[in-house]
C-alpha cells in the first residue's frame, strides 16, 4: 500500500475533499485506505446486504455468512468510511496481484466444510475480475441503509481514485448489473463509461441477473 508520503497526501486531500462545511446536516466521515480489523465483520454485512445477490447464493446469510467473508478479507486494499467508529461504507479494490476479496479454501472450510467450500470457491472464480497491470477494479461498493443518498459512495469512488493514481495506476474498472440501473446511473455521473456487455449465462437466474456491463474510467 502507500508509502508514508502517500498516506499524508491520501489523508491531506480526503481532508480537503471531504470535510462537511457547517451547518452542513451531512455526517462527518472518515475515510482510511484500508479495513480496521475490528470492523471486518460490520463490512461483510454491509457487502451482503449491498451485494446480496451475487453474495447471498455463495455465502448464504447468518452469522456463518458474516464470519467466512471477513475472514476472506485482504484488509489493505479497500477504501473504507466512518462516522467515529461505526463503519459506513466500504469499497474493495483488485489490481493485477492482490485483491480484497481474498478468499482461500483453509479460511473457508472451517464454515463449510471442503465440499461445501469447493463449489462455493467455484461460484466466486465466475465473479472475479482480473485487471490489467495498469488498472484498479471496483470489487464491490456498499453503504449503509441510512447513510444512503448523501454522496458516501462517490466519496468513497473519488478516495480510491486518489489512491490509485499516486501508486501509479492509470485506469479504473468495474461491472454492474442490469439489475442495477442507478449504480449504472451513478458511475456514469462519475465519468466511468460503458465499453461492453457481457452475458452471465447460465447462472443468471442464481445470480439472479441477465448481464453485467463493465465500465472504464481513465485517471490520465
Known sequence: MADAD??????????EIYTPTPPSRD??????????CDRAEDAAALYLSALSDK?????????RARQALAAGFNRAMCISALEQDRLVGILGMQIASAGFMAVRLAGMRQYYGVAGSLWRLALLALLHHTPSADAVHIDGLAVAPAYRRRGIGSRLVAAMETWAAGQGFTVV???????NPQAQYLYQRLGFEAIREQTVWPFGTLFRCNSSTVMVKSLI
Open 6 to 15: 502517500g498516506r499524508q497526501r491520501f489523508d491531506s486531500v480526503c481532508m
Open 55 to 63: 453474495l447471498i447464493p455463495v455465502f448464504g446469510t447468518g452469522a
Open 173 to 179: 474498472s468495474l461491472e454492474v448489473v442490469d439489475t
Open 27 to 36: 455526517p462527518v466521515i472518515r475515510l482510511l485506505d484500508h479495513l480496521p
